[in-house]
Every structure is written in C-alpha cells, then in structure tokens.
C-alpha cells in the first residue's frame, strides 16, 4: 500500500489542523493504521492509531483529549485532527500502515508497521 501525508503547516500555539493520509494500491479497509511523528535527533515515536473498522482507537498519552484519529474507508483517507497544538508538537507527523490483516485490533509498536508516507511537517510558534 502506498500513503501521501498532507495537511501540515505552521501554525501559533491553540491552533488546530487536520493531517489527512491518502491510501492507494491495496485494499485500505484492510488495514489498521497509525500516525507517528519525529524531530531532529530523536526516534520516532507513536502517536494514535485506529483500527482497520475504525471502532477502536488508541493515543499515546501526550496528545489525549487533543488529537483525534478517524478513517472514511471509502475514500481510502485516515485523518488525525489536531487541537490545542503546542510547540513541543513540532514535529513530521509519518502516517503508517501495518500489515494487512483480518484481525480488528490497533498497534502500537513501530515496529508493527511496515508501510510509511513520507511525512508532512508540523510546525508551532509560541
């Protein structure tokens, strides 16, 4: 499966936007998904993910009740609504995909993932 981040910007601290991660070349609703992000000099680490129906989602700690992620599986697209951001959220936001997989369940690990989107960059000023 093949993904195209888009959605980033700079933006001022309290903003919000929306990440969108379009999907092409297998079937998307067989895939769990997940957004990471990275910066300079340190790992990539997780941020959310959702699973391949969408009803069971997962976020790491330091953007509960901030970010959203949510998936149309018509269109192939899974979003990640971001709220409140703040400049610790600088960062390229990565989306990813695991293997396929019949099993409805969210992964956490990035190890889990073997698919990536070249990443779109966040940027938030103080």
């Known amino acids: 499966v093949q993904l195209q981040a888009s959605g980033g910007g700079l933006v001022q601290t309290g903003a919000s936007l929306r990440l969108s991660c379009a999907a092409s070349?297998?079937?998307?609703?067989?895939?769990?998904m997940g957004w990471f992000r990275q910066t300079p000099g340190k790992e990539r680490e997780f941020v959310a993910a959702?699973?391949?129906?969408?009803?069971?989602?997962y976020y790491a700690n330091f953007v509960k009740g901030r970010f959203t992620i949510s998936r149309d599986n018509a269109k192939n697209t899974v979003y990640l609504q971001m709220n409140s951001l703040k400049p610790e959220d600088t960062a390229v936001y990565y989306c990813?995909?695991?293997?396929?997989?019949?099993?409805?369940?969210?992964?956490?690990?990035?190890?889990?993932?073997?698919?990536w989107g070249q990443g779109t960059q966040v940027t938030v000023s103080s």
């Open positions: 070349g297998r079937t998307f609703s067989r895939f769990a």
């Open positions: 959702i699973a391949r129906s969408g009803g069971i989602t």
């Open positions: 990813a995909a695991p293997p396929e997989s019949t099993v409805v369940v969210v992964r956490r690990q990035i190890e889990e993932y073997d698919y």
